[in-house]
């Protein structure tokens, strides 16, 4: 065995390439030839910011998501979650028109709710799951039920529509460009790289990665544990809410069907990407690529007839199925290193 | 009686065994054999090789060098507990039961007995039972295990290995967490499973418990064979002399005096927590002072408590000369008050996580600037840590969970170090590391003292209370039992306060 102290003379290699953490951009990057190679229009520019629009949704809930893994926690809840907070922003918003017409105050008195929303419910669940002492599975499963009964329940079992001259308004959101790209790839950036910070440069972060360790020993080393737990469902829920901020001028509408489904396709994100789902160790930059990894399956699956579009479910477990059991190889391997 | 010299052929025999982990050794050519129907103990210091070399002989580790010889045959032992099948069988400390299954479900697990496909619940049944008379313990095949005392798990775990035919029983610790009671009921088991004819092997760190029931004693230091003897030729008094070898002043550094005038940095006044009760003492500041006890006494509730991890009912703390309200870890750190925890692999470190964020996690608000935290200043407090408490590892991004006991007992000592505290609340310091390694800690926290930290040592090995401590404090059942300074400090007044036969009250 030898000694740390004598190798402190040997220069640190700059830069080392960490096979695990560069593994998911390697799928994606060969995703992408075979996209291209199958249909070069895959490669042209409005495909690609189409990708990269779409991935926004799911990317932004998943890096949320990413936070609450790393921490140990699960999070059931976003889709429906996505949906009632949806409907109530559109009910926000329409009603609001009496008193402050269509224009942008009503916009943003209805981004403002969604925000408010997003923080409670994201505190709901810390809440419950910290200071009730219920697992997240269980506290998570319960409010994704609630949330979208309430979801269907405000919209009679049908559709809530913003109204028209709103949607003119809020366009912009969703279909806008700044600096040549869409409004929701920008919000994509700047969500990720602050999750990026807060996860690997800030003592919360820090936090976050040793209770989904070892919650016992976070506790032992002065960690608020309560307090980092339910920050994390906080985050979960706020970007939640940015995500239903950037969804609703898409559509414009929703209902009992919207967002069913994004929970499991967030938490797959975040496994693709390699974060850990027992907690302990977390990844957003892999949490982006396993996003974009999951909308461009579909997208390749449109753009060419060798697999049925209806086959894209399939792909997609594959590609989860195949990046958990590449990622477990080399883990199995230093866990049996030890005494 | 099979316990006199040599008269029949030992049923496991192993000759020169050696092993090294990676490249460090860890056993040096022992030998010893175990005979039909024999008790045989397995003594040494924490980190002499016991359990290592317990479990190259239930074949869990293969001996880089040596035989081992089954019934006069040589053999490799398979790995992983398949040499069940051969008859040998280890008891891990850590009991290895299905706790929310029933005891009969527990026994025939793995191998049930069944009849067209279905469960035979009536013959397992009547076969639990079968043993379980045998060794005369009155529980109910179908209990559940979760239900029974600790002892009577040993005893299912004991049962299991007959029930596989085992010749050869391996234990380690088996009393470790026994009452006295259940340590009378355990060792009559013993002596019934050794008159059948089975061969025990065990370990155990109390010396009076190997001489009343062993025949045979075995003694390791420091990886090396010392001797084996008839336990007859023995007593607790040279068992312990053969086992540390060497005076303990090498041990343990020159003990400095406390200044007289050294002004008190904790008292404790009439504390109450669910599980201590009226507990006062003071600490000047640079003594060390020692706790000892019983495991269960308290102790380490009592210190949980008072850094913030449990509450206090009533009763104050005076810190620096003012109230102190422990309300979290984290005040308590900010005062500086640690609390260095006996449990280093559930409470103590990330073992799945490197060095680096293990060392700094306890002060890593320290490290965070407005830019978050900063990288080179951990990267510098953790090259420094490893020079200063002489921490080895193989790369410097090794997973904690891969270094040795000691190294990892140095980088939690270093942890709770960066916090700078005034108040060192050490509990169990050397754990399970080796002779080498406690001498640092010991020469480190000596070294401290003198610096003018206060240290709390809490422990249960003997001879670290009695050479590390200026004054020791015994709990027992969660008060304090008595207290002790100067030339009173020795074995058998701590133990008489321990054990409940003298008290404070009759002093």
Known sequence: MSNVNTQQAAPKPPFRLDIKAVGPLVALILLCILGYVLNPAFASEGNLTNILTRSAFIGIIAVGATFVITAG??????????????????????????????GLTTVILGCGCSVILGLGAGFINGLLTTKGKIEAFIVTLGTMGIFRSLVTYFADGGTLALDFDIRGVYRPVYY???????????????????????????????YCTAIGSNEGV?????????????????????????????????????????????????????????????GGYGRIGGTVIGALILTTIGNILNLTDLVSNYLN??????????????????????????? | MLNTEGFRAPVLEATNISKSFGT????????????????????????????????????????????IKLDGQEIALPPNGEAEALGVVLIHQELNLAEQMTVEENVFLGRELSRFGVLDRAKMRETVQGYLDQVG????????????????????EIVKAISRNA??????????????????MFFEQVRRLKDSGVSIMFVSHKLAEVEAISDRVTVLRDGHWITTAATTDLNT???????????????????????????????VENLNTASCKDISFDLKRGEILGFSGLVGSGRSALFEAIVGLDPILSGQIIYEGRAFKPTSVAKARDSGIVYLTKDRKDKGLLLNQQMQPNLTLLSLAKFAGALGVDWKAEAEALARATRRFDIRAKTEDSLVGNLSGGNQQKLLLAKVMEAEPKVLIVDEPTRGIDVGTKQQIYHFLAALALEGVSIIVISSEMPEIIGMSHRVIVMREGEIAGELSGNDINEQEIMRYAAGLKSRSMA
């Open chain 1, 73 to 102: 926690g699960i999070d059931l809840s976003v889709g429906s979650m996505a949906a009632v907070i949806s409907g109530v922003m559109i009910i926000t918003m329409n009603s609001a028109i009496e008193t402050f017409g269509s």
């Open chain 1, 176 to 206: 806008g460009d700044f600096l040549g790209l869409p409004i929701p790839i920008w919000v994509f950036a700047c969500v990720a790289l602050i999750g990026w910070f807060l996860l690997n440069r800030t003592t919360f972060g820090r």
């Open chain 1, 218 to 278: 976070a506790k032992y080393s002065a960690v608020n544990v309560d307090r980092i737990k339910t920050m994390t469902y906080v985050i979960q829920g706020l970007c939640v809410s940015l995500a239903t901020i950037i969804y609703v001028p898409r559509l414009g509408s929703a209902s009992a069907s919207t967002g069913v489904l994004w929970e499991l396709e967030a938490i797959a994100a975040v496994i693709i990407g390699g974060t850990v789902l027992k």
């Open chain 1, 313 to 339: 479910g399939t792909m997609q477990g594959l590609i989860i199925i195949i990046a958990v059991w590449l990622q477990r190889g080399p883990w199995q391997k230093q866990a049996s290193g030890q005494t």
């Open chain 2, 24 to 67: 460090v050794p860890v056993l040096f050519s022992l030998s010893m054999d175990l005979r039909p129907g024999e008790v045989h103990a397995l003594i040494g210091e924490n980190g002499a090789g016991k359990s290592t070399f317990m479990k190259v002989l239930a074949g869990f580790h293969q001996p880089t060098k040596g035989r």
């Open chain 2, 137 to 156: 313990l009155t529980i109910s095949p179908t209990d559940r295990v979760s239900d029974l005392s600790i002892a009577e798990k040993q005893m299912v």
């Open chain 2, 167 to 184: 010749r050869v029983l391996v234990m380690d610790e088996p009393t470790a967490v026994l009452t006295e009671a259940e340590t009378e």
């Open chain 2, 237 to 267: 008094e040279t068992m312990a002399q053969l086992m540390v070898g060497r005076e303990l002043s090498d041990l343990f550094p020159p003990m400095n005096e406390v200044d007289v005038d050294a002004r008190i940095m904790l008292g």
